[in-house]
């Protein structure tokens, strides 16, 4: 019987080659010449500044007093102010005003906010017979990104005076600025 391979095994190693050819050929193998494309993504955050008070109205009633004297200071601190913002500027700022002009002779209003965790705060007093001008006055300064939720508002309401204070109204109106020197 003779050798199938030949004397020198070409058969074999040509079969052997065969068989490699046909493995790469049959076989999917993986490009390594890929295709590429770009694609470009635009991300908008835009500017946030919102705020929000608790409570649509809140009514500070004075006591009645005593026979002979007037009446004492009312303080109520049921309302709560939020505000979120993701602006970075040294001129972010709460700001309140009264904008029926004229605080009522025979009282003061103070306002205390609470203040957030960056930021600055100042109380103001608007004292009897002042007129406000419809004027922001600015409470909380500094304010950098940051969302705070149910900060206190703290008013104060005082009889100013030798005469019990006349029945009034007043509104007070919050607003949230980032540019409040352009007012």
């Given at each position: 019987?003779?050798?199938?391979?030949?004397?020198?095994?070409r058969?074999?190693?040509?079969?052997?080659?065969?068989?490699?050819?046909?493995?790469?050929?049959l076989?999917?193998?993986?490009?390594?010449?890929?295709t590429?494309?770009n694609?470009?993504?635009?991300?908008?955050?835009?500017?946030?500044?919102?705020?929000?008070?608790?409570?649509?109205?809140?009514?500070i009633?004075?006591?009645?007093?005593?026979?002979?004297?007037?009446?004492?200071?009312?303080?109520?601190?049921?309302?709560?102010?939020?505000?979120t913002?993701?602006?970075?500027?040294?001129?972010?700022?709460?700001?309140?005003?009264?904008p029926?002009?004229?605080?009522?002779?025979?009282?003061?209003?103070?306002?205390?906010?609470?203040?957030?965790?960056?930021?600055?705060?100042?109380?103001?007093?608007?004292?009897?017979?002042?007129?406000?001008?419809?004027?922001?006055?600015?409470?909380?300064?500094?304010?950098?990104?940051?969302?705070?939720?149910?900060?206190?508002i703290?008013?104060?309401?005082?009889?100013?005076?030798?005469?019990?204070?006349?029945?009034?109204?007043?509104?007070?109106?919050?607003?949230?600025?980032?540019?409040?020197e352009?007012?």
């Amino acid at each position: 019987m003779s050798n199938p391979r030949g004397p020198d095994g070409r058969m074999f190693w040509a079969s052997k080659i065969f068989a490699l050819l046909m493995l790469l050929i049959l076989v999917p193998v993986p490009s390594r010449a890929a295709t590429s494309s770009n694609h470009t993504v635009t991300l908008i955050v835009p500017s946030i500044r919102e705020i929000s008070v608790s409570g649509s109205f809140m009514t500070i009633t004075m006591g009645q007093p005593t026979a002979g004297s007037l009446p004492g200071a009312v303080v109520d601190n049921s309302a709560k102010y939020s505000f979120t913002t993701n602006v970075s500027s040294e001129n972010c700022k709460v700001n309140v005003k009264v904008p029926d002009g004229t605080m009522p002779n025979g009282v003061t209003l103070k306002m205390d906010l609470a203040a957030p965790p960056v930021g600055n705060v100042t109380s103001i007093t608007w004292e009897n017979g002042v007129n406000a001008n419809n004027v922001y006055y600015a409470l909380v300064s500094g304010i950098t990104p940051q969302a705070c939720p149910n900060l206190g508002i703290t008013l104060t309401l005082n009889p100013k005076g030798p005469t019990p204070p006349p029945a009034m109204w007043v509104e007070v109106t919050f607003t949230f600025a980032l540019f409040p020197e352009s007012w």
